[in-house]
């Protein structure tokens, strides 16, 4: 970061938010910044048919971007999907079909709009597929015009390629060519684009960079790099991730009642920190907030979880979902609303293992985390705590239509007999 105050109202909103963990040239970014709209991208890999949570951030970053009266790329990887980025990964992705990235794509897309104003004005968004230039490049025609610019000692001194040769863990050829591509993608958009930021976690610094430099080297046009932290919690927990596993934004994939839910439980030393990071609230209501002591905190939480589910599933939705949470938690009646899994009556009648049940409806990742939980008093049925995981759930326990189970306070399904 710059020495002195950054003078462009991006890279203050972004320092003060808490979005910066490195910039390649400070002072010469924010220069560009303040002296007009900038152009800036950001790329999404289709691994999965909806993204999740832990690219909340990046998409944020380009929210930011936007309001400050620049322009973002959203550049989905259609091209470099086929490839698999290899940073922070010790094993190889598995490869997917053409079939499967472009359903991933098609998934993906919509999020994009509940964040990002679309458009062919000067600050308006673009959404582009770097396979329509990945694509079309040759083997040879690839490796004699951009292979050139690349050593080998060079990209072995990058983290992410030396944590994964310190693990002694294969990283193929294949991989190899995946920091090529992505540099090939900055140095295609500033062509296309006049683009001259690439942003992305801090994990991509390596890629980011070689991209920043290729750009210079053979266009001699400025081009810049600015990565945000990896994010934890504050327990430590990769962000995004759950005993249920990955936050899907896709409504389809993680409902707007357990998305709101999952910003609710979080921990109270990161209240603060996701306001600025997840939300458009005013600095001064955040520091007001996150001020909050002792029960108090929880309504910061139901404010982080109201504004964060407002900006990806809408205001109802928002709504819906703390209404049903508050008749749930605080008032002990059940709401249509709350999440739910449809059983089989016949298998109820014969009885269904607790701990089977809880694993099937997302209150614990497996029957044996559901029995630590049950053992820890952690698991009730009918709001009765049950310790005994073997126990058998049967019809006997179905009250108005449906038996409800719940993990801790904060969690809980309504198992629907059909």
Not at 80 to 97: A, C, E, H, I, M
Not at 132 to 146: N, P, Q, S, T
Not at 287 to 295: H, K, N, S, T, V
Not at 317 to 328: G, L
Request: glycine residues 8%; hydrophobic residues 40%.
């Amino acid at each position: 970061m710059a020495d002195q105050p950054f003078k462009s109202a991006f890279l203050r909103t972004m320092e003060a938010r808490g979005y910066i963990h490195q910039i390649t040239h400070p002072v010469e970014l924010d220069e560009a910044c303040a002296a007009g709209p900038i152009t800036a991208y950001i790329g999404f890999d289709a691994t999965a048919p909806s993204l999740h949570v832990g690219h909340l951030i990046q998409i944020m970053m380009l929210r930011r971007l936007q309001q400050s009266g620049h322009k973002p790329i959203v550049v989905m990887g259609g091209g470099t999907t086929k490839v698999g980025d290899p940073t922070d990964k010790d094993q190889s992705r598995p490869l997917l079909s053409d079939e499967q990235i472009a359903a991933n794509i098609a998934g993906i897309k919509s999020t994009f709009g509940k964040f990002l104003t679309f458009g062919d004005g000067p600050t308006d968004a673009v959404m582009v597929n770097n396979a329509d230039w990945l694509e079309k490049l040759g083997y040879v025609e690839f490796l004699r015009e951009y292979g050139v610019h690349f050593t080998i000692n060079r990209m072995l001194s990058f983290e992410s390629v030396k944590l994964r040769l310190e693990r002694e863990q294969p990283m193929t050829f294949l991989e190899f060519n995946y920091m090529l591509m992505q540099s090939v993608d900055f140095l295609e958009l500033e062509r296309r684009f006049g683009c001259l930021l690439q942003m992305g976690g801090s994990d991509q610094w390596g890629n980011i960079v070689n991209g920043v430099e290729l750009i210079r080297r053979v266009d001699q046009k400025p081009a810049f790099g600015l990565t945000t932290p990896l994010l934890s919690t504050a327990s430590g927990q990769k962000m995004g991730k759950t005993v249920g596993g990955a936050v899907w934004l896709n409504a389809e994939m993680r409902s707007p009642y357990d998305y709101w839910q999952f910003w609710r439980n979080t921990e109270d030393a990161d209240v603060g920190r996701f306001l600025r990071l997840f939300t458009d609230l005013e600095p001064e209501e955040i520091a007001r907030l996150e001020q909050l002591q002792g029960a108090q905190i929880n309504e910061a939480k139901k404010r982080l979880a109201d504004e964060a589910t407002t900006l990806l599933h809408g205001a109802e939705a928002a709504r819906t979902a703390r209404e049903a949470a508050e008749k749930a938690f605080e008032q002990g009646a059940l709401s249509a609303d709350l999440p739910s899994i449809e059983t089989p009556r016949a298998a109820l009648e014969e009885g269904v293992p607790l701990a089977a049940l809880a694993a099937d409806a997302g209150l614990a990742a497996s029957r044996s985390e559901a029995r630590r939980l049950a053992q820890g008093g952690g698991l009730r049925v009918n709001d009765k705590a049950e310790t005994d995981a073997s126990r058998l759930v049967t019809t006997a326990d179905v009250v108005d239509g449906v038996i409800k189970l719940a993990a801790g306070k904060k969690k809980i399904v309504l198992v629907k007999p059909v």
